[in-house]
């Protein structure tokens, strides 16, 4: 009986991954622990100034190797040294200095944690000699960034230490830029608590993370921060209030569906900032059942929550002082005997009706009551909504950028720029007037949530989005909102080097960043 107990019930909260690492900046000479040496391509010594606190054996076998060529220090690669009695040395090739990019940068830093190995200790010290702030700031992030993995369900082997490695990282550079890097070095372990709550998210198994237990840990995170109010529209509730999008897409399930509001500073006056996000803790397509092949990745249909979760984190560690609300749409979608049907018509909370072709399309129904509810109930001076829509977004971005719809142009602009600013690539698509006409001829409703055929599926499915954003008070105009179809970018590709695998806590940077502008 107590093993039943236990399958069917898990006890206590969620386990999470650990903090970020710490970094500590320097400006002394002291090497402490391994030595990780930047190096643009084709270095024939250590930059002038970063030698000093180098034990000379270490220094000579580094410049050897530089001088012979046996380290060209493309981007992308590391070398490993080991062996004088001058210590051990990382050596990471930048590539060519006039190609050089923050993103470059990130990713060199993220082949620092990347390449972290049992030989090099727990303790590093970076030496950055001449290096711009700004490139520092970002390697620095990248290092945080990848120093991330999800070990939460692997038993622990009593012998092996590797797994509850903690690294402190020193980092070292000129006296004058020490402040700017001490504060944006800050900022960066700030904002990747919310990045790695996000992928923490979007990482755990769907039978341990449904819509009920996603609220239990919004309500935790309220309780613990004195400046966050967390309200949850449990399924009831939904019921009541006619979000038909969501108690449809969550019937057929025994985890039942809510919506989580998250309001930080919420004594602070709006407008403010919404993020909504779609959260599927796990998408088996409905009765219009999905093939089994991959169908496990189905447990990031809920990446758009996860971020939103992600990015009230890292607001509330990095201090920011104005209201800001996110909010969830919690679903399981299963099939069932209690499941909507290909062929019914629901009404939404808009009052909208739509006919469900698709139960697979399910993403936007629940979005359709999250941004209806965000546009009528929280004034927000713009909403952003994160989801993992479509594979078609996928198809036409691959796991490069996520999609990004607007109905205003300066929102649109500022969230590309917030993504370029972070390596999170946003990349503009269409919202023709053809869209929203595809997608509102249903013969029997309002809308339908298929498009007519299979061609153009992000942008109908986003066309579909803007039929249920309200228009501002008092106007026919509606309110500034933009859609981030990240069905591509939410788990871990390879070429996204900031991440291991799994959930890439993708955006929260990004928004952290159109939001507060650090
Ligand atoms: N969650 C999926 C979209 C998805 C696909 C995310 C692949 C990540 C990777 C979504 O709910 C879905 O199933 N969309 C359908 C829509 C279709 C039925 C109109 C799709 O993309 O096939
Ligand atoms: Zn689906
Ligand atoms: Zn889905």
């Given at each position: 009986m107590r093993r039943f107990g236990r399958i069917f019930k898990r006890h206590g909260p969620l386990p999470q991954s650990g903090e970020p690492m710490q970094v500590i900046v320097n400006t002394n000479e002291n090497t402490n622990g391994t030595l990780v040496l930047p190096l643009w391509q084709d270095s024939k010594n250590m930059a002038p100034g970063s030698e000093s606190g180098v034990h000379r054996s270490l220094k000579n076998q580094i410049e050897n190797i530089l001088v012979e060529g046996?380290?060209?220090?493309?981007?992308?690669t590391a070398m490993t040294l080991a062996g004088t009695d001058g210590g051990k040395a990382l050596l990471i090739g930048l590539g060519k200095e006039e190609d050089a990019t923050p993103q470059v940068m990130r990713e060199s830093g993220a082949k620092v944690t990347a390449s972290?190995?049992?030989?090099?200790?727990k303790t590093l010290t970076v030496k950055f000699h001449g290096m711009e702030d700004a490139y520092m700031a970002a390697f620095v992030e990248g290092m945080i960034l990848r120093?991330?993995?999800?070990?939460?369900?692997k038993t622990k082997d009593e012998d092996d230490d590797s797994d509850d490695r903690e690294l402190k990282i020193h980092v070292t550079c000129e006296e004058e830029k020490h402040a700017a890097l001490e504060t944006s070095a800050e900022t960066s372990s700030a904002v990747a608590t919310g990045v790695y709550l996000a992928r923490d998210l979007g990482n755990a198994p769907p039978n341990d993370l449904y819509p009920m237990e996603f609220a239990r840990q919004a309500i935790e995170f309220g309780s613990t921060h004195d400046n966050v109010d967390v309200k949850v529209i449990n399924y009831d509730e939904a019921r009541t209030m006619g979000m038909g999008g969501l108690v449809g897409v969550g019937m057929g399930s025994y985890r039942k569906p809510c919506m989580v509001i998250f309001e930080i500073n919420g004594d602070k006056p709006g407008p403010s900032p919404c993020i909504v996000g779609k959260g599927i803790t796990f998408d088996t397509g409905g009765i219009s059942i999905k093939p089994s092949p991959s169908m496990d990745e189905m447990k990031y249909d809920m990446h758009g929550s996860a971020t939103t979760f992600g990015v009230m984190q890292a607001l509330v560690a990095s201090g920011h002082k104005d209201r800001v609300i996110g909010l969830t749409c919690m679903a399981e979608n299963m099939p069932s005997s209690n499941a909507q049907r290909p062929g019914d018509v629901i009404t939404t909370y808009s009052g909208k009706t739509v006919e469900v072709l698709n139960t697979d399309a399910e993403g936007r129904l629940v979005l359709s009551d999250g941004l209806w509810y965000a546009g009528t109930h929280?004034?927000?001076?713009y909403m952003i909504d994160l989801a993992t829509l479509t594979g078609a977004c996928v198809v036409a971005l691959g796991h490069e950028a996520s999609g990004l719809w607007s109905n205003n142009d300066e929102l649109l602009n500022n969230i590309k720029e917030a993504g370029e600013h972070c390596g999170e690539i946003a990349w503009p698509m269409p919202l023709f007037k053809a869209f929203e006409k595809e997608m509102t001829d249903s013969k029997i409703a309002d809308v339908r949530n298929l498009g007519a055929g299979r061609w153009g599926g992000s942008n109908t499915a986003a066309a579909f989005l803007k039929q249920f954003v309200p228009n501002m008070e008092g106007t026919d105009e509606q309110i500034p909102w933009a859609h981030l179809d990240i069905a591509g970018t939410a788990w871990g590709a390879k070429t996204n080097k900031l991440v291991k695998n799994g959930a890439t806590g993708i955006h929260v940077r990004t928004l952290h960043h159109l939001i507060t502008g650090q």
């Open positions: 046996d380290f060209k220090a493309k981007a992308g972290c190995k049992k030989i090099h200790g120093d991330y993995s999800y070990d939460n369900y929280l004034n927000p001076s």
